[in-house]
Protein backbone atom coordinates (compact mmCIF):
# COMPACT_ATOMS: atom_id res chain seq x y z
CA UNK A 1 0.00 0.00 0.00
CA UNK A 2 3.16 2.37 0.71
CA UNK A 3 4.27 1.88 -2.42
CA UNK A 4 0.64 2.40 -4.31
CA UNK A 5 0.57 5.81 -2.70
CA UNK A 6 3.75 7.22 -3.57
CA UNK A 7 3.49 6.08 -7.14
CA UNK A 8 0.00 7.21 -7.85
CA UNK A 9 1.07 10.69 -6.17
CA UNK A 10 4.30 10.35 -8.86
CA UNK A 11 1.37 10.27 -11.25
CA UNK A 12 3.29 6.83 -12.84
CA UNK A 13 0.61 3.74 -13.36
CA UNK A 14 0.20 1.09 -11.10
CA UNK A 15 -2.11 -2.00 -10.57
CA UNK A 16 -1.82 -3.61 -7.42
CA UNK A 17 -2.90 -7.34 -7.23
CA UNK A 18 -3.78 -9.46 -4.25
CA UNK A 19 -5.09 -13.46 -3.89
CA UNK A 20 -7.54 -12.32 -1.78
CA UNK A 21 -10.96 -12.59 -3.66
CA UNK A 22 -12.06 -9.68 -2.17
CA UNK A 23 -10.45 -6.29 -0.27
CA UNK A 24 -12.85 -5.25 1.09
CA UNK A 25 -14.95 -1.61 1.19
CA UNK A 26 -12.58 0.58 2.87
CA UNK A 27 -9.54 -0.70 1.36
CA UNK A 28 -11.27 -0.45 -2.15
CA UNK A 29 -11.99 3.49 -1.41
CA UNK A 30 -8.71 4.44 -0.51
CA UNK A 31 -7.76 2.72 -3.72
CA UNK A 32 -10.54 4.68 -5.71
CA UNK A 33 -9.23 7.45 -3.95
CA UNK A 34 -5.74 6.98 -5.35
CA UNK A 35 -6.63 5.94 -8.77
CA UNK A 36 -4.66 2.24 -8.64
CA UNK A 37 -7.15 -0.26 -9.43
CA UNK A 38 -7.18 -3.64 -8.39
CA UNK A 39 -7.36 -7.17 -9.45
CA UNK A 40 -8.23 -9.42 -7.15
CA UNK A 41 -8.29 -13.34 -6.66
CA UNK A 42 -5.58 -13.92 -8.75
CA UNK A 43 -2.22 -12.91 -10.17
CA UNK A 44 -2.88 -12.96 -13.93
CA UNK A 45 0.19 -13.70 -15.96
CA UNK A 46 -1.05 -11.35 -18.30
CA UNK A 47 -0.16 -8.26 -15.78
CA UNK A 48 2.90 -8.69 -17.10
CA UNK A 49 3.34 -7.60 -20.91
CA UNK A 50 2.39 -3.95 -19.96
CA UNK A 51 4.69 -4.22 -16.60
CA UNK A 52 7.96 -2.54 -16.22
CA UNK A 53 9.03 -3.97 -12.54
CA UNK A 54 6.90 -5.94 -9.73
CA UNK A 55 6.78 -4.67 -6.68
CA UNK A 56 6.23 -7.42 -3.79
CA UNK A 57 4.81 -7.18 -0.63
CA UNK A 58 6.99 -9.48 1.79
CA UNK A 59 4.75 -12.14 2.86
CA UNK A 60 4.39 -12.89 -1.23
CA UNK A 61 6.98 -15.91 -1.67
CA UNK A 62 9.32 -14.91 -4.70
CA UNK A 63 8.84 -18.64 -6.23
CA UNK A 64 5.13 -18.28 -7.15
CA UNK A 65 4.57 -18.67 -10.73
CA UNK A 66 4.16 -15.11 -11.48
CA UNK A 67 7.19 -13.94 -10.02
CA UNK A 68 9.32 -16.56 -11.43
CA UNK A 69 7.46 -15.39 -15.24
CA UNK A 70 8.68 -11.74 -14.42
CA UNK A 71 12.31 -12.76 -13.31
CA UNK A 72 12.54 -15.00 -17.18
CA UNK A 73 11.21 -12.21 -19.09
CA UNK A 74 13.90 -9.68 -17.53
CA UNK A 75 11.71 -8.02 -15.25
CA UNK A 76 12.85 -6.15 -12.39
CA UNK A 77 11.24 -7.44 -9.13
CA UNK A 78 11.93 -6.28 -5.63
CA UNK A 79 10.27 -5.13 -2.63
CA UNK A 80 9.19 -1.70 -1.07
CA UNK A 81 12.65 -2.06 1.28
CA UNK A 82 14.50 -1.64 -2.02
CA UNK A 83 12.45 0.33 -3.54
CA UNK A 84 12.07 2.87 -0.27
CA UNK A 85 15.94 2.60 -0.65
CA UNK A 86 15.70 4.00 -4.39
CA UNK A 87 14.06 6.64 -3.20
CA UNK A 88 15.64 7.86 -0.46
CA UNK A 89 19.06 7.89 -2.41
CA UNK A 90 17.61 9.87 -4.89
CA UNK A 91 15.98 12.30 -2.56
CA UNK A 92 18.39 12.90 0.10
CA UNK A 93 21.99 11.06 -0.17
CA UNK A 94 22.85 11.96 3.19
CA UNK A 95 20.60 10.26 4.88
CA UNK A 96 21.62 7.49 7.11
CA UNK A 97 20.23 4.00 6.96
CA UNK A 98 20.50 1.93 10.26
CA UNK A 99 19.66 -1.87 9.79
CA UNK A 100 18.47 -4.09 12.33
CA UNK A 101 17.70 -8.03 11.72
CA UNK A 102 17.83 -11.55 13.16
CA UNK A 103 15.66 -13.91 14.37
CA UNK A 104 14.65 -11.96 17.89
CA UNK A 105 14.77 -8.45 19.38
CA UNK A 106 14.44 -7.07 16.11
CA UNK A 107 11.47 -4.62 17.22
CA UNK A 108 12.88 -3.46 20.21
CA UNK A 109 16.13 -3.00 19.01
CA UNK A 110 14.62 -0.30 16.24
CA UNK A 111 12.36 1.19 18.63
CA UNK A 112 14.97 1.64 21.36
CA UNK A 113 17.68 2.70 18.84
CA UNK A 114 15.40 5.70 17.20
CA UNK A 115 14.57 6.75 20.72
CA UNK A 116 18.19 7.52 21.43
CA UNK A 117 18.44 9.62 18.13
CA UNK A 118 15.38 11.29 18.67
CA UNK A 119 16.73 11.91 22.72
CA UNK A 120 19.57 12.97 20.90
CA UNK A 121 17.79 16.04 18.72
CA UNK A 122 17.84 14.37 15.49
CA UNK A 123 14.93 13.27 13.34
CA UNK A 124 14.94 9.59 13.26
CA UNK A 125 12.18 7.33 12.53
CA UNK A 126 11.67 3.88 14.09
CA UNK A 127 10.49 1.95 10.33
CA UNK A 128 10.35 -1.12 7.82
CA UNK A 129 9.02 -4.74 9.56
CA UNK A 130 7.97 -2.93 12.91
CA UNK A 131 4.94 -1.47 11.17
CA UNK A 132 5.94 1.82 9.37
CA UNK A 133 6.68 1.72 5.97
CA UNK A 134 10.37 2.10 5.38
CA UNK A 135 8.72 4.35 2.20
CA UNK A 136 6.46 5.61 4.29
CA UNK A 137 8.90 7.38 6.47
CA UNK A 138 11.17 7.97 3.34
CA UNK A 139 8.50 10.28 1.76
CA UNK A 140 7.48 11.85 5.46
CA UNK A 141 11.41 12.50 6.24
CA UNK A 142 13.15 15.88 6.26
CA UNK A 143 16.74 15.93 4.81
CA UNK A 144 19.66 14.72 6.99
CA UNK A 145 17.01 12.01 8.64
CA UNK A 146 18.03 8.57 10.30
CA UNK A 147 15.92 5.97 8.97
CA UNK A 148 16.41 2.88 11.58
CA UNK A 149 15.11 0.06 9.37
CA UNK A 150 13.78 -3.69 10.86
CA UNK A 151 14.68 -5.59 8.22
CA UNK A 152 12.94 -9.07 8.13
CA UNK A 153 14.44 -11.90 6.06
CA UNK A 154 11.28 -12.09 3.53
CA UNK A 155 12.65 -8.14 2.87
CA UNK A 156 15.90 -8.65 2.36
CA UNK A 157 15.18 -11.75 -0.58
CA UNK A 158 14.59 -8.74 -2.53
CA UNK A 159 16.87 -6.35 -2.18
CA UNK A 160 19.16 -5.33 -4.98
CA UNK A 161 21.34 -2.30 -4.00
CA UNK A 162 19.74 -1.67 -0.33
CA UNK A 163 22.75 -0.11 2.00
CA UNK A 164 22.75 0.61 5.27
CA UNK A 165 25.59 2.65 6.86
CA UNK A 166 25.33 0.48 10.01
CA UNK A 167 23.48 -3.27 9.71
CA UNK A 168 23.01 -5.38 12.75
CA UNK A 169 22.29 -8.75 13.32
CA UNK A 170 21.32 -9.80 16.51
CA UNK A 171 21.11 -13.18 16.83
CA UNK A 172 19.63 -16.61 14.62
CA UNK A 173 17.27 -19.61 15.38
CA UNK A 174 15.15 -21.46 13.26
CA UNK A 175 12.19 -19.52 11.83
CA UNK A 176 10.32 -19.23 8.70
CA UNK A 177 11.91 -23.20 7.94
CA UNK A 178 8.64 -23.24 5.85
CA UNK A 179 9.33 -20.19 3.25
CA UNK A 180 13.31 -20.77 3.56
CA UNK A 181 13.59 -24.29 3.85
CA UNK A 182 16.52 -24.88 5.73
CA UNK A 183 18.66 -22.89 7.90
CA UNK A 184 21.29 -22.08 5.47
CA UNK A 185 19.13 -20.23 3.43
CA UNK A 186 17.54 -18.17 6.43
CA UNK A 187 21.13 -17.14 7.41
CA UNK A 188 21.50 -16.12 3.62
CA UNK A 189 19.26 -14.00 3.61
CA UNK A 190 20.04 -12.80 7.02
CA UNK A 191 23.32 -11.56 5.69
CA UNK A 192 22.23 -10.09 2.77
CA UNK A 193 21.84 -6.85 5.14
CA UNK A 194 25.45 -6.42 4.85
CA UNK A 195 25.82 -7.12 1.41
CA UNK A 196 26.46 -3.70 0.00
CA UNK A 197 28.51 -2.49 2.84
CA UNK A 198 31.97 -0.56 1.89
CA UNK A 199 34.59 0.09 4.34
CA UNK A 200 33.55 3.41 5.63
CA UNK A 201 29.76 1.39 6.89
CA UNK A 202 29.84 -0.45 10.08
CA UNK A 203 29.00 -4.51 10.52
CA UNK A 204 27.40 -5.19 13.91
CA UNK A 205 27.73 -8.70 14.82
CA UNK A 206 27.19 -10.49 18.46
CA UNK A 207 30.52 -11.67 19.96
CA UNK A 208 31.18 -15.15 19.51
CA UNK A 209 28.43 -16.34 17.03
CA UNK A 210 28.94 -19.80 15.98
CA UNK A 211 26.08 -18.80 12.97
CA UNK A 212 28.71 -16.49 11.52
CA UNK A 213 31.87 -19.01 11.07
CA UNK A 214 33.73 -18.33 7.81
CA UNK A 215 31.27 -14.95 7.51
CA UNK A 216 33.90 -11.67 6.61
CA UNK A 217 31.97 -8.31 6.37
CA UNK A 218 32.87 -5.75 4.10
CA UNK A 219 32.31 -2.75 6.73
CA UNK A 220 34.32 -1.90 9.59
CA UNK A 221 33.30 -4.65 11.90
CA UNK A 222 31.87 -3.94 15.71
CA UNK A 223 30.48 -6.80 18.23
CA UNK A 224 28.30 -6.98 21.36
CA UNK A 225 28.28 -9.41 23.99
CA UNK A 226 29.09 -10.15 27.87
CA UNK A 227 32.45 -10.04 27.45
CA UNK A 228 34.70 -7.16 26.41
CA UNK A 229 35.71 -6.93 23.39
CA UNK A 230 38.50 -5.84 21.45
CA UNK A 231 38.22 -2.96 18.75
CA UNK A 232 34.28 -1.61 18.18
CA UNK A 233 32.19 -2.95 20.06
CA UNK A 234 29.99 -2.64 23.09
CA UNK A 235 29.25 -4.96 26.04
CA UNK A 236 27.91 -5.70 29.89
CA UNK A 237 30.70 -6.71 32.29
CA UNK A 238 29.90 -9.26 35.48
CA UNK A 239 28.73 -6.18 37.41
CA UNK A 240 25.90 -5.35 34.71
CA UNK A 241 28.01 -2.00 33.29
CA UNK A 242 27.43 -1.58 30.02
CA UNK A 243 30.25 -0.17 28.17
CA UNK A 244 31.12 1.17 24.65
CA UNK A 245 34.38 1.37 22.33
CA UNK A 246 34.02 3.54 19.47
CA UNK A 247 36.36 3.85 16.29
CA UNK A 248 38.66 5.86 17.96
CA UNK A 249 39.73 3.38 20.58
CA UNK A 250 38.21 4.90 23.80
CA UNK A 251 36.29 3.25 26.08
CA UNK A 252 33.42 4.69 28.04
CA UNK A 253 31.00 3.75 30.38
CA UNK A 254 27.46 3.81 29.47
CA UNK A 255 25.06 3.10 32.38
CA UNK A 256 23.97 -0.19 34.84
CA UNK A 257 22.17 -2.01 33.28
CA UNK A 258 19.91 -1.58 36.73
CA UNK A 259 19.59 1.72 34.98
CA UNK A 260 17.36 0.03 32.31
CA UNK A 261 13.29 0.20 32.31
CA UNK A 262 12.85 -3.17 30.38
CA UNK A 263 14.58 -6.13 31.81
CA UNK A 264 15.98 -9.34 31.18
CA UNK A 265 19.47 -10.56 29.23
CA UNK A 266 17.96 -9.99 26.09
CA UNK A 267 17.32 -6.58 26.39
CA UNK A 268 20.62 -5.96 27.76
CA UNK A 269 21.59 -7.22 24.65
CA UNK A 270 19.13 -5.21 22.40
CA UNK A 271 20.20 -2.58 24.05
CA UNK A 272 24.19 -3.11 23.31
CA UNK A 273 23.59 -3.11 19.72
CA UNK A 274 20.83 -0.41 19.89
CA UNK A 275 23.99 1.85 21.07
CA UNK A 276 26.57 0.75 18.48
CA UNK A 277 23.75 1.91 15.72
CA UNK A 278 22.97 5.19 17.40
CA UNK A 279 26.45 6.57 18.15
CA UNK A 280 27.24 5.20 13.98
CA UNK A 281 23.28 7.62 13.63
CA UNK A 282 25.33 10.70 15.49
CA UNK A 283 23.93 10.41 19.15
CA UNK A 284 26.66 11.16 21.77
CA UNK A 285 27.39 9.21 25.04
CA UNK A 286 24.93 11.53 26.59
CA UNK A 287 22.35 11.04 24.72
CA UNK A 288 22.79 7.43 24.90
CA UNK A 289 22.55 7.28 28.51
CA UNK A 290 19.77 9.35 28.73
CA UNK A 291 17.78 7.71 25.86
CA UNK A 292 18.68 4.32 27.33
CA UNK A 293 17.66 5.43 30.66
CA UNK A 294 13.90 6.83 29.79
CA UNK A 295 13.40 3.87 26.77
CA UNK A 296 10.01 2.38 28.05
CA UNK A 297 9.84 -0.68 25.42
CA UNK A 298 7.40 -1.49 22.70
CA UNK A 299 3.79 -1.26 23.85
CA UNK A 300 2.81 -4.47 25.26
CA UNK A 301 6.20 -6.20 24.91
CA UNK A 302 6.95 -6.60 29.13
CA UNK A 303 7.07 -2.64 28.91
CA UNK A 304 7.45 -0.59 32.00
CA UNK A 305 3.96 1.31 32.92
CA UNK A 306 4.31 2.79 36.46
CA UNK A 307 5.84 2.46 40.00
CA UNK A 308 4.61 3.23 43.38
CA UNK A 309 6.14 2.33 46.94
CA UNK A 310 8.59 0.23 45.61
CA UNK A 311 6.79 -1.73 43.61
CA UNK A 312 7.22 -1.92 39.39
CA UNK A 313 4.20 -3.06 37.15
CA UNK A 314 5.07 -4.37 33.13
CA UNK A 315 2.85 -4.55 30.74
CA UNK A 316 3.32 -7.85 28.62
CA UNK A 317 -0.02 -8.24 27.09
CA UNK A 318 1.69 -9.48 23.76
CA UNK A 319 2.44 -12.83 25.86
CA UNK A 320 -0.41 -14.49 24.27
CA UNK A 321 1.06 -18.09 24.58
CA UNK A 322 3.19 -20.04 27.13
CA UNK A 323 6.71 -19.41 24.99
CA UNK A 324 6.30 -15.51 25.36
CA UNK A 325 5.02 -15.80 28.84
CA UNK A 326 7.78 -18.01 30.18
CA UNK A 327 10.41 -15.02 28.54
CA UNK A 328 9.15 -12.35 30.47
CA UNK A 329 9.03 -14.69 33.69
CA UNK A 330 12.51 -15.31 33.26
CA UNK A 331 13.54 -11.43 32.11
CA UNK A 332 12.04 -10.12 35.84
CA UNK A 333 14.08 -11.01 39.30
CA UNK A 334 11.02 -11.31 40.94
CA UNK A 335 8.87 -11.59 43.73
CA UNK A 336 6.11 -11.71 41.22
CA UNK A 337 2.86 -11.09 41.36
CA UNK A 338 1.57 -12.42 37.90
CA UNK A 339 -1.78 -12.19 35.83
CA UNK A 340 -2.46 -15.40 34.01
CA UNK A 341 -5.87 -15.65 31.77
CA UNK A 342 -8.28 -15.01 28.96
CA UNK A 343 -8.58 -17.23 26.01
CA UNK A 344 -6.93 -20.49 26.83
CA UNK A 345 -5.32 -21.97 23.59
CA UNK A 346 -5.59 -25.62 24.67
CA UNK A 347 -1.35 -26.04 25.12
CA UNK A 348 -1.45 -26.63 29.16
CA UNK A 349 0.78 -24.16 31.87
CA UNK A 350 2.48 -26.69 33.71
CA UNK A 351 5.66 -25.26 31.52
CA UNK A 352 5.69 -21.87 33.89
CA UNK A 353 5.92 -23.77 37.02
CA UNK A 354 10.03 -24.27 36.96
CA UNK A 355 10.47 -20.48 35.59
CA UNK A 356 8.29 -19.32 38.44
CA UNK A 357 10.55 -21.08 41.54
CA UNK A 358 12.22 -19.15 43.63
CA UNK A 359 10.39 -15.43 42.25
CA UNK A 360 6.71 -16.05 43.08
CA UNK A 361 4.58 -14.37 45.55
CA UNK A 362 1.06 -15.10 43.86
CA UNK A 363 -0.79 -16.01 41.16
CA UNK A 364 -4.19 -14.34 39.91
CA UNK A 365 -6.44 -16.49 37.32
CA UNK A 366 -8.20 -14.80 35.32
CA UNK A 367 -11.21 -14.87 32.45
CA UNK A 368 -11.96 -18.20 30.83
CA UNK A 369 -9.05 -20.19 31.07
CA UNK A 370 -9.33 -20.10 34.92
CA UNK A 371 -10.40 -23.77 34.82
CA UNK A 372 -7.63 -24.96 33.01
CA UNK A 373 -4.96 -22.48 35.26
CA UNK A 374 -6.48 -24.22 38.38
CA UNK A 375 -5.90 -27.82 36.74
CA UNK A 376 -2.33 -27.06 35.85
CA UNK A 377 -1.05 -24.53 38.62
CA UNK A 378 -3.93 -24.18 41.40
CA UNK A 379 -1.52 -25.73 43.97
CA UNK A 380 0.69 -22.60 43.36
CA UNK A 381 -0.32 -19.44 45.40
CA UNK A 382 -2.73 -17.58 43.69
CA UNK A 383 -6.30 -15.58 43.92
CA UNK A 384 -8.63 -16.22 40.98
CA UNK A 385 -11.10 -12.81 39.56
CA UNK A 386 -12.53 -13.61 36.47
CA UNK A 387 -13.24 -10.33 35.75
CA UNK A 388 -10.36 -8.25 34.12
CA UNK A 389 -10.22 -4.94 35.73
CA UNK A 390 -10.95 -6.43 39.04
CA UNK A 391 -8.05 -9.15 38.27
CA UNK A 392 -5.94 -6.31 37.60
CA UNK A 393 -6.77 -4.54 41.25
CA UNK A 394 -6.76 -7.59 43.06
CA UNK A 395 -3.24 -7.72 41.97
CA UNK A 396 -2.11 -4.64 42.61
CA UNK A 397 -3.27 -4.61 45.83
CA UNK A 398 -1.47 -8.05 46.76
CA UNK A 399 1.62 -6.37 46.12
CA UNK A 400 4.17 -5.89 48.28
CA UNK A 401 7.42 -2.99 48.39
CA UNK A 402 9.97 -5.18 45.91
CA UNK A 403 7.18 -6.85 44.15
CA UNK A 404 6.77 -6.60 39.99
CA UNK A 405 3.27 -6.92 39.24
CA UNK A 406 3.36 -8.65 35.56
CA UNK A 407 0.60 -9.07 33.06
CA UNK A 408 1.54 -11.84 30.51
CA UNK A 409 -1.35 -13.59 30.09
CA UNK A 410 0.07 -16.71 27.94
CA UNK A 411 -3.66 -16.97 26.41
CA UNK A 412 -5.36 -14.68 23.94
CA UNK A 413 -7.03 -11.58 25.04
CA UNK A 414 -10.40 -12.66 22.68
CA UNK A 415 -12.70 -13.51 25.97
CA UNK A 416 -13.19 -10.21 27.10
CA UNK A 417 -11.05 -7.57 24.63
CA UNK A 418 -10.94 -7.35 20.82
CA UNK A 419 -7.21 -8.27 20.77
CA UNK A 420 -4.17 -8.18 23.10
CA UNK A 421 -3.64 -4.36 22.24
CA UNK A 422 -6.62 -3.65 24.12
CA UNK A 423 -6.40 -5.47 26.98
CA UNK A 424 -2.70 -3.76 27.33
CA UNK A 425 -4.28 -0.30 27.49
CA UNK A 426 -6.71 -0.79 29.99
CA UNK A 427 -3.84 -1.95 31.70
CA UNK A 428 -1.90 0.54 31.68
CA UNK A 429 -4.61 2.72 32.35
CA UNK A 430 -6.03 0.66 35.64
CA UNK A 431 -1.67 0.80 36.52
CA UNK A 432 -2.13 5.00 36.27
CA UNK A 433 -4.93 5.34 38.68
CA UNK A 434 -3.43 2.95 41.45
CA UNK A 435 0.15 4.93 40.96
CA UNK A 436 -1.26 8.04 41.30
CA UNK A 437 -4.18 7.51 44.07
CA UNK A 438 -2.50 7.42 47.56
Excluded at 245 to 262: C, T
Aim: one cysteine or more; proline letters at 5%; hydrophobic letters at 45%.
Amino acid sequence: MAVAKHVANANMPAVLTDRNPSPGAELLAHLTRLGVPGVWGDHPISLLDVADEVVLSPVVNPNIQFVREATQRGISVIGELEFAHRVLRQKDPDALVLAITGTNGKSTTTDMAAHILKTAGLFAFACGNLGFPFLDAVDAAPPGARFVAECSSYQLETIVDFRAEAAAILNLTPDHLARHGAMEAYLKAKLRVFERQSSKDLCIVPANADFLSGFSPAGQSARFGWERVEGIGAWCDTDGNLYVRGAQGAVASVLNRSELLIPGNHNVENALAAILLAMRGGASIEAVRLGLKTYPGLAHRLAFCGEKNGIKVYNDSKGTNVDATLTAIRALPGPLVLLLGGEDKGSGYTPLREALEGKLRCLVFLGDAIPMLERDLGDLPHLTQKGFGEAVNKALSSAKPGDQVLLSPACASFDQFKNFEERGEVFESLARQWAFNS
